[in-house]
């Protein structure tokens, strides 16, 4: 699996960015896709995550209410809408897919198998 993040970008505080990762291979709709994100001198941190189908997601705290996941099936791309953007938002934002990752590891980065390249989001004050 072939994974391409894009859609990063600078923004201003309170802004919107969406980034789009798009997957190549086959059934799409049985991975599991999360994005993470690497601040300067900070370890890859969880941002969110949909499950297979679609069927459910989740996010990290700091991004709850501001950030939203969801795909595309057709287009083989998951999308991470990020609004009301605040300058600790700044980071390089990775998609990570796997197909047989269980919910307890979702949220480790370790336990995925394929990553995209990154997108840098910088959000300014």
């Known amino acids: 699996v072939q994974l391409q993040a894009s859609g990063g970008g600078l923004v201003q505080t309170g802004g919107s960015l969406r980034l789009s990762c798009a997957a190549s291979g086959r059934d799409f709709r049985m991975y599991v896709m999360a994005w993470f994100r690497q601040a300067p001198g900070k370890e890859r941190e969880f941002v969110g995550v949909s499950t297979r189908n679609n069927a459910n997601t989740n996010y990290a705290d700091s991004v709850k209410g501001r950030f939203t996941i969801s795909r595309d099936a057709a287009k083989s791309t998951v999308y991470l809408q990020m609004n009301s953007l605040k300058p600790e938002d700044t980071a390089v934002y990775y998609c990570?897919?796997?197909?047989?990752?269980?919910?307890?590891?979702?949220?480790?980065?370790?336990?995925?198998?394929?990553w995209g390249h990154g997108t840098q989001v910088t959000v300014s004050s």
């Open positions: 990570a897919a796997d197909r047989s990752i269980i919910l307890s590891q979702m949220r480790v980065a370790n336990d995925y198998d394929w």
